[in-house]
């Protein structure tokens, strides 16, 4: 790891099983303790801001903006808060990977900092291959910690918080599965659209937010796909997490930080900021507010994503922003040369093949647009290889 004056301490990580690497991520939910006596802020707006409101106190508060609705409402409520209470405003960083149409923001990130104005320092920085998940940021990570580590592109968290140094990183980590995914909200927008403009697919989607689970898991199976290179036994794992989501929505948002997956991946983002003495801040999934908007929505009324950020957002960013539904997709930064060029020499070695078929599984990594839930099998494997050198 680069120098830092926090380098010579051990970055401790998680721990991940042998099933775990298989299936790309930690599997299984902890404990959640819900304060219902506690006080809850009923003001998710302002529970948001508070939550956005330390790593202003730290500085540099350096925003990940992708330009995605989370870094989006983040950088948007940082910068307004900043000038509202005298704080030194936050530095929009931002990675672009020219030659991927897939990972291109442009447009939106040009539209959001024109609509925030310009008193917000915007770093943009060209990704070639550093980010790749065997690259140079990740690669001594892996090599401190003897094992795969989540999330496999640790490497983004490595180069945000060298630019955080010595202050705060804010991500929008937790968005998608706080704001979104609540099977009561889409019922109840599918109930208040009825005869108005509903698609077939609107109505598969209520068809599955109203199913018991197995028909939700068997349906989150064909999203995720046939995953060739996991055997048999160990592929029917795959969605039961995804399908376990209460349909109460404040119980659905709770759900949210639930996961083992999230804490693990928490835990990993803030040990390697950490090494920068650089502190993580994910306002959105920070307990006070999910805790608030939880209560906002209640058992039964709910938001809808575009509501959710709408709520947060206010006049803070364009409309068209709040409500766009389409993602970023950064897969081929992550398999980039460097991993490709491993998988194509690979021996099938370094992987648990009762679990996974190293045929299929070498298909996958040299396929046009590798699964990203095999990153920690390349890993893995790759660390064996590193062994035998």
């Not at 998940?133 to 918080?161: D, F, I, K, M, S």
């Not at 509501?307 to 993602?327: H, I």
Request: hydrophobic fraction near 45%.
């Amino acid at each position: 790891m680069p120098s830092s004056c926090t380098d010579e301490r051990p970055t401790v990580l998680p721990t991940l099983s042998a099933r775990e690497i298989a299936l790309g991520c930690p599997v299984g939910a902890v404990p959640l303790l819900l304060a219902r006596a506690a006080r809850v802020d009923p003001d998710p707006v302002r529970a948001l801001r508070d939550a956005v409101r330390p790593a202003l106190l730290r500085p540099p508060c350096v925003v990940a903006f992708s330009g995605g609705r989370d870094s989006a409402l983040l950088l948007a409520v940082a910068a307004d808060l900043a000038a509202r209470e005298g704080l030194p405003a936050p530095i929009a960083v931002t990675f672009r990977y020219p030659g991927d149409p897939a990972a291109d923001e442009t447009a939106w990130q040009e539209k959001v900092l024109a609509h925030l104005g310009s008193r917000i320092e915007w770093i943009r920085r060209d990704i070639t291959g550093e980010l790749d998940v065997l690259g140079p940021l990740t690669t001594p990570v892996l090599r401190e910690h003897g094992a795969p580590v989540y999330p496999a592109a640790v490497g983004n968290t490595v180069l945000l918080a060298r630019y955080a140094r010595g202050g705060s990183l804010v991500t929008g980590n937790g968005g998608d599965e706080v704001l979104g995914g609540h099977r009561a909200a889409v019922l109840r927008a599918v109930v208040r659209r009825r005869g108005r403009g509903l698609t077939g697919a609107d109505w598969r989607l209520a068809a599955t937010c109203a199913a018991p689970a197995p028909v939700r898991r068997h349906r989150a199976r064909r999203v995720l796909g046939d995953a060739p290179w996991l055997r048999p036994p160990l592929r029917r794992a795959l969605g039961v997490d995804g399908a376990a989501r209460p349909l109460r929505f404040d119980r659905s948002v709770w759900s949210a930080l639930a996961p083992r997956a999230v804490l693990v991946g928490r835990r990993t983002r803030a040990a390697v900021a950490g090494q920068y003495d650089c502190a993580l801040v994910e306002p959105l999934g920070a307990a006070d507010f999910v805790a608030s908007y939880a209560a906002f929505g209640g058992p039964w009324g709910g938001l809808t994503r575009a509501e959710g950020t709408r709520l947060l957002a206010g006049e803070l960013l364009p409309p068209e922003v709040v409500s766009r539904r389409d993602k970023a997709y950064f897969n081929a930064s992550r398999f980039g040369a460097v991993s490709r060029a491993f998988a194509r020499e690979w021996d099938g070695g370094g992987v648990d093949q009762d679990l996974v078929d190293p045929v299929a599984l070498r298909a996958a990594w040299l396929s046009e647009v590798p699964p990203a839930s095999t990153a920690l099998l390349l890993q893995q494997a790759w660390l064996a290889s590193a062994e035998e050198r």
